[in-house]
């Protein structure tokens, strides 16, 4: 079974700044995906970047981008020009990319990190 | 087109009472699942169906039902509420190797 680490609870960053946070999964598959998702306090899940294990390149979206270290089993997310609307939890997530079995195409996540932007 | 949505948004219950929260799509897809969140533990997996008629246990399936009778409609059954089902539920659907895509959430309360 698949696992995934968020080992940092919270995290705060200066407006304007650059954060990291972290993640980390386990897993005996060769190929799958793995997402970051935003919960801001009106709980909606928001899906802010998608990264798939056979792409060597690092996914980027606007001020967002990933540093997937596959051999480390490493995913962490940067988040730059760190604005107020960015503060929420931050959710990685692992999914197979083999659909050949029933139930593959579920999500594991991690415990979250929590962001707060200070103004 | 309305993509996930989910009723009600919020319900308190009270033990041994039974509900149904409701989940609907508007995109065509074949996946469609239902995961709690709780404090500190992340989303984590109820039940899940890959097409009408097709449904499975998750991670956490105990002391909750589901059926599929159409691709739009996936309904989630506390048959008998207990306080441990106190969280928030998120239906969530995706096509394929596609994201998947999350609804609002239903918060429920079980006193």
């Known amino acids: 079974a698949q696992t995934v680490t968020q080992s940092q609870p919270e995290m705060s960053v200066q407006e304007a700044e650059t954060v990291t946070l972290s993640c980390t999964y386990d897993?005996?598959?060769?190929?799958?995906?793995l997402f970051w998702y935003k919960q801001p306090p009106s709980r909606q899940m928001i899906l802010v970047i998608r990264?798939?294990?056979?792409?060597?390149q690092n996914a980027t979206e606007n001020r967002f981008s990933v540093n997937f270290q596959k051999a480390a089993k490493s995913f962490s997310l940067k988040i730059s020009d760190s604005q107020l609307g960015d503060a929420a939890m931050y959710f990685c997530?692992?999914?197979?990319?083999?659909?050949?079995?029933?139930?593959?195409?579920?999500?594991?996540f991690g415990t979250g990190t929590r962001l707060t932007i200070i103004p | 087109n309305a993509g996930v949505t989910q009723t009600p948004k919020f319900q308190v219950l009270k033990t041994g009472q039974s509900m149904t929260l409701q989940c609907a799509q508007d995109?065509?897809?074949?996946?469609m699942s239902w995961y709690r969140q709780d404090p500190g533990m992340g989303l984590r997996l109820i039940h899940y169906?890959?097409?009408?008629?097709?449904?499975d246990q998750g991670e956490v399936p105990n002391g909750y039902n589901v059926s599929r009778s159409t691709t739009e409609d996936f309904p989630l059954r506390l048959l008998s509420a207990a306080p441990s089902q106190t969280s928030v539920y998120f239906c969530?659907?995706?096509?394929?190797?596609?994201?998947?895509?999350f609804g609002p959430g239903t918060r429920l309360l079980v006193l």
């Open positions: 169906s890959v097409g009408a008629g097709i449904t």
């Open positions: 990264q798939e294990a056979y792409k060597q």
């Open positions: 997530a692992y999914r197979s990319a083999d659909i050949s079995n029933f139930g593959n195409e579920k999500l594991t």
């Open positions: 995109m065509n897809h074949e996946y």
């Open positions: 897993t005996s598959e060769s190929d799958y995906y």
């Open positions: 969530a659907t995706a096509g394929g190797l596609e994201t998947q895509y």
